[in-house]
């Protein structure tokens, strides 16, 4: 079982420091950027937030019971901790959008649509089309402008082509 457990231990922390670089890039100069609050950052988590550090909990406990060393399963459980509230920032560059850490072209945004707390982004990420939610800040007011226009240009045409 410990085997199994180093196992886990290594793919875990693999995936998780990761993750964690990836949070760590930067916007490009000029890029519009929203940075936000750890607070927020565990709202967007939802059911992750509870999960992740159970998880690692288990396997600390797993550690705990077998007589082995908790210090990497505690450093596990600080990584997940950071990775949860590691602040992260939704930047609009020129050719990308830098959201969770990841640049996804700007020609793989499909449609931007208002809502009641910012703007809700379809896009086509890993060969999936999803949509993700950006709060209220510059960078979902920059979206807006951005693709509002052709939002309304598309609206006007098809409003024109009904009523003839």
Same mark, same amino acid.
């Given at each position: 079982?410990?085997?199994?457990?180093?196992?886990?231990?290594?793919?875990?922390?693999? #995936?998780?420091?990761?993750?964690?670089?990836?949070?760590?890039?930067?916007?490009?100069?000029?890029?519009?950027?929203?940075?936000?609050?750890?607070?927020?950052?565990?709202?967007?988590?939802? #059911?992750?937030?509870?999960?992740?550090?159970?998880?690692?909990?288990?396997?600390? #406990?797993?550690?705990?019971?077998?007589?082995?060393?908790?210090?990497?399963?505690?450093?596990?459980?600080?990584?997940?901790?950071?990775?949860?509230?590691?602040?992260?920032?939704?930047?609009? %560059?020129?050719?990308?959008?830098?959201?969770?850490?990841?640049?996804?072209?700007?020609?793989? #945004?499909?449609?931007?649509?208002?809502? %009641?707390?910012?703007?809700?982004?379809?896009?086509?990420?890993?060969?999936?089309?999803? %949509?993700?939610?950006?709060?209220?800040?510059?960078?979902?007011?920059?979206?807006?402008?951005?693709?509002?226009?052709?939002?309304?240009?598309?609206?006007?045409?098809?409003?024109?082509?009904?009523?003839?």
């Amino acid at each position: 079982m410990t085997d199994w457990l180093l196992l886990l231990k290594i793919a875990l922390g693999t #995936v998780l420091l990761f993750d964690v670089m990836l949070l760590l890039r930067r916007p490009t100069e000029g890029a519009v950027v929203t940075t936000l609050p750890a607070s927020e950052e565990l709202r967007r988590k939802g #059911v992750n937030m509870v999960l992740m550090p159970l998880v690692v909990t288990f396997i600390l #406990v797993l550690d705990l019971l077998q007589g082995n060393s908790p210090l990497p399963s505690l450093a596990l459980l600080a990584l997940t901790m950071a990775y949860l509230a590691l602040p992260r920032s939704l930047a609009l %560059e020129s050719e990308f959008l830098l959201l969770d850490g990841w640049r996804i072209p700007l020609t793989r #945004v499909l449609s931007v649509k208002p809502t %009641e707390d910012g703007v809700a982004v379809s896009l086509e990420r890993f060969g999936w089309l999803t %949509e993700q939610n950006i709060p209220t800040g510059a960078v979902a007011n920059a979206l807006l402008e951005r693709y509002g226009s052709a939002i309304n240009a598309t609206n006007s045409s098809s409003d024109r082509g009904s009523s003839t």
